[in-house]
């Protein structure tokens, strides 16, 4: 019998670690932390990751089983990943093996071997040099790759097509069989020579790279706090090849995979490196060569999304997050963790610098930098000789609306394209309008499965759920009264782009949302015909707000801001304030002056009137001490128990035995709030409810927890509903 007992993390919803065996007769230096086993759980084989190797245990010999497999002769995790992934699991009081199976690529979770696949580089052969254009006269496509290749002298990877809106896949391969291209493998594709910045750092941007530079081998938190438009982004770009410079690595993390493609293709003009990108976008293989090229070393940088946080450096020099303030960066599935915390705790364990950029920081963030935690750099100016953009206010109140657009917008619109410039309409609604009434009896289109209206699709002829997913074809009469009087209510982008059409009916309108980018590339498609474009609307959603550089879009309108003027979450006037300056932000953004204007039936809005007067800076001051005064993060600290369940009364059953259990644990710098029902009471085919835990103590909450969340697990009435912990949640209502 072995003298040594490994310890492993499993993914299952459990909050415990569990107690194997080692394979009869091997020994114990065949086993480190980090390595990947196999092993038998109930019926089934699961993949797990040694945490530790003890020399005893709690558990009776007789219950213990050897593991089935050693997945890896060596540790595939380090002890700074062991240590980030214990104290993730640990903070956010999640099952360990929720944390890894979150960490690692999915490839890798099912015990897939960490092989690193060679790349594919592609060039013109002897005979392809020799062809001339009248060779591809009947494949233009074939054409478009041939003058690709012709104009670079290295072989390149499929990262060159990238940009491209249709699949280049076949007609290569039908050019690589008549021997026109050649490919070869190699463990990373040749670099280009880099390009030259377009312009050099103004003071405000040197004092950034200078200050972040003195840290480089040190952990430190910088805030990059940089209006719109004030080159965020050039400021990466030097200090991402400083770090370069020095053999190190970096970790960039953006909000949006539509992000992604803009900003890698600018990296790669500007780093002669080798990069990889990691987003839910890509298939498993590529997410799994992304996180291991990072590991081994064959990349200086990773571009991704949330979950790349966890991805293992092999030489850390830096991280970087850009629109840190963004809520996309929390989980809220599963393993409920802020990629911001996350990002922060590994800068802090690998000892490197971590810089978080954005035009409109997160409250928490500028908290931080009262409490000096934080170092705050400050670009007030835009680059370029751009000037920051007028606001007004539109007064909608009696005003005649076509479909929500107001003569004043219209009128602004129509001047703009007669300059041949751009034009941006926010809408915060996709879809063609959220409501499908009756005129005749009022019966209302509404979800089964959710307490929520269906959304008028107009285009696919579909009634959606916004929520659950459910769809059905309009009706072309009434289901109550049969009659044929139904007509929408309120609007979405597709209903303004409609209205669009009909005063603009011989501007190209270009349509930015869920909708129309679900395909892959068509985000990056549409934002490159626009910017190829001459006087143009884009109408668009929130992903219209981040990020992106038009620099013929002069006048922004906003069309629809009141709905989020009021709400019940206490978050929402700072999302509001983000919203506004990172759309109003789009305009301007080169040598012509851009206008925002704003449409309300609430001008005297201190809200609004606050940010046009005097900023978000002024307005985050006002709302962080209103946050002080009132109690609320991030001067106090939140976790919320969220249940549900098909039977609302097994959540109600739930609920009243954690009452019984809360009774029991002593209550120091602890207030229970609830429980009450979600705010959409039923989602999905679910009843919803919640309990908030708030404290002033951060160290009060985690005792709090961790003294209830094991309780939950053996009440009887837990197997009926589905329950989860958010620990810092930013949805609470």
Known sequence: MSNFYLNIAVDTPLYRIFDYLPINNSPRS?????????????RRQKIGVILNISSSTDISKAQLKPISKLLDAEPLLSPEDLTLYKWAAN????????????????????????????????????????LDETCFNRSPRQRALWQQLKSTANPVDRHVFAALDWDWRAPINSMIKKGWVDIQHEDAPALSPPEAPLFSPNSEQQAAIKAISKKQQAFQVFLLDGVTGSGKTEVYLQLIQQVINNGKQVLILLPEITLTPQLAERFRKRLATQ????????????????????KKGLANILLGTRSAVFTP??????????????????????????????????????????????ATPSLESLHSVQQNQFTHLVLTKRTAGASQPVIRLLDCRHQTLDN??????????????????????FVNRRGFAPVLMCHRCGWVGECRRCDSRLVIHKEAHLLKCHHCGTEHRIPSTCPSCQEAELFPLGLGTERVEETLNSHFPNTPITRIDRDSTRQKDAMQSLINQVRQGGGQILVGTQMLAKGHHFPNVTLVGIVDIDAGLFSCDF????????????????????????RVLIQTHQPEHPLLNTLIEHGYARFAKEALAERQQAQLPPYHYHALLRVNAVKEQAVLNFLTDVGHLISNIQLTSIQILGPVPAPMLKRAGRFRYQLLIESPQRKARHQFLKSLLPELEKIKSSRQVRWS???????IF
């Open 91 to 130: 903070y956010y009081h999640s099952p360990i093996g929720e944390v890894f199976a979150q960490a690692l690529p999915k490839q890798l979770r099912m015990g897939k071997e960490p092989t690193i696949k060679l790349a594919t580089l592609y060039s013109l052969s002897q005979s392809g040099h020799a």
């Open 313 to 358: 450096m092999n030489a850390p020099g830096m991280i970087i997050m850009d629109e840190e303030h963004d809520p996309s960066f929390k989980q809220q599935e599963g393993f409920r963790y802020s990629a911001r915390n996350v990002a922060i705790m590994r800068a802090r364990d690998y000892n490197i610098p971590i810089v978080l950029g954005s």
């Open 725 to 731: 912990i958010d620990v810092d949640p930013i949805d």
């Open 404 to 425: 929500h657009l107001s003569p004043s917008l219209l009128n602004a619109i129509k001047k703009t394209l007669e300059r041949n410039e751009q034009v941006i309409l």
């Open 571 to 594: 978050r929402a006037s700072e999302r509001m304030a983000q919203l506004i300056t990172q759309v109003a932000g789009r305009a301007g953004r080169e040598e012509k002056p851009g």
């Open 275 to 294: 990069m990889v990108v990691s987003h839910s976008g890509l298939n498993d293989s590529q997410r799994s060569q992304a996180w291991l090229r990072i």
């Open 30 to 42: 065949d086993y480190q932390a980090g390595q990947r086993v196999s092993v038998s759980f109930g």
